[in-house]
Nanobody
Framework: QVQLVESGGGLVQVGGSLRLSCAASGSFSSISVMGWYRQAPGKQRELVAIITRSGTTNYVDSVKGRFTISRDNAKNTMYLQMNSLKPEETAVYYC?????????WGQGTQVTVSS
C-alpha cells in the first residue's frame, strides 16, 4: 500500500511560480507511473503531467514549457514545478500513483492564482 501527501500549494500572483511536492510512504520503487492532476471548482479532474519510474514524462498541452514534473526515488518524492501560472489554473492539485494497476491518491493541495 502507498500513502501520498501533497504540499507546496498556496496563493500566487499571475505569472508567479510554485513547487508542489508529493511524498510517498511505503515502497516507492513499486510505483510505476506517478502523476499530477488538478480539479477546478465545478470542473472534472484533469491530468496535468505524468512521470514513469524511468523518468519519461508527458504533459497536457496547456502546461508544456511552463511546468516540470520530476521524481526523486531516493527521497520517495515527486515534484511539480509550475511557472508562469495563470488564473485559470486555480485548482486543487492531486498526486496519483499507479501500483500494479491500483491507483492511489493524495488529499490534494490548493493552488490559487490571483489576478
Amino acid at each position: 500500500q502507498v500513502q501520498l501527501v501533497e504540499s507546496g500549494g498556496g496563493l500566487v500572483q499571475v505569472g508567479g511560480s510554485l513547487r508542489l511536492s508529493c511524498a510517498a510512504s511505503g515502497s516507492f520503487s513499486s510505483i510505476s507511473v506517478m502523476g499530477w492532476y488538478r480539479q477546478a471548482p465545478g470542473k472534472q479532474r484533469e491530468l496535468v503531467a505524468i512521470i514513469t519510474r524511468s523518468g519519461t514524462t508527458n504533459y497536457v498541452d496547456s502546461v508544456k514549457g511552463r511546468f516540470t514534473i520530476s521524481r526523486d526515488n531516493a527521497k520517495n518524492t515527486m515534484y511539480l514545478q509550475m511557472n508562469s501560472l495563470k488564473p485559470e489554473e486555480t485548482a486543487v492539485y492531486y498526486c496519483n500513483a499507479d501500483v500494479r494497476s491500483i491507483f492511489y491518491w493524495g488529499q490534494g493541495t490548493q493552488v490559487t492564482v490571483s489576478s
